[in-house]
Nanobody, 123 residues
Framework: QVQLVESGGGLVQAGGSLRLSCAAS????????VGWYRQAPGKKRELVAT???????NYADSVKGRFTISRDNAKNTVWLQMNSLKPEDTAVYYC?????????????????WGQGTQVIVSA
């Protein structure tokens, strides 16, 4: 009933910028907390940034001042603006959302992941 679709990844030189998008679709009632994660080859998935339904944000120390998470509740879309990119930002980026949806007369809440989008930052 709910699907997340990510876009915006790609290859960029160090110092450049990319903007990732995560669009949710389905019988959505509300989107609660949202997070962007990343996983580099051979490493564990790590939390990059979060945003609450009210707009409160938090960032990993490694991206503070460079990345900005934002959301448009009316469009069910979340973005991750990434500036001053570094080679160590290279990873597959995933959005994760806690979503309440409507189905068969009831409301349900589930934890959903996007398909992942590759970001490669060249030196």
């Amino acid at each position: 009933q709910v699907q997340l679709v990510e876009s915006g990844g790609g290859l960029v030189q160090a110092g450049g910028s990319l903007r990732l998008s995560c669009a949710a679709s389905g019988s959505i009632s509300s989107i609660n907390a949202v997070g962007w994660y990343r996983q580099a080859p051979g490493k564990k998935r790590e939390l990059v940034a979060t945003i609450t339904s009210g707009g409160t944000t938090n960032y990993a120390d490694s991206v503070k001042g460079r990345f900005t998470i934002s959301r448009d509740n009316a469009k069910n879309t979340v973005w991750l603006q990434m500036n001053s990119l570094k080679p160590e930002d290279t990873a597959v980026y995933y959005c994760n959302e806690i979503i309440t949806y409507y189905s068969g007369g009831n409301y349900y809440t589930g934890n959903y992941w996007g398909q992942g989008t590759q970001v490669i930052v060249s030196a």
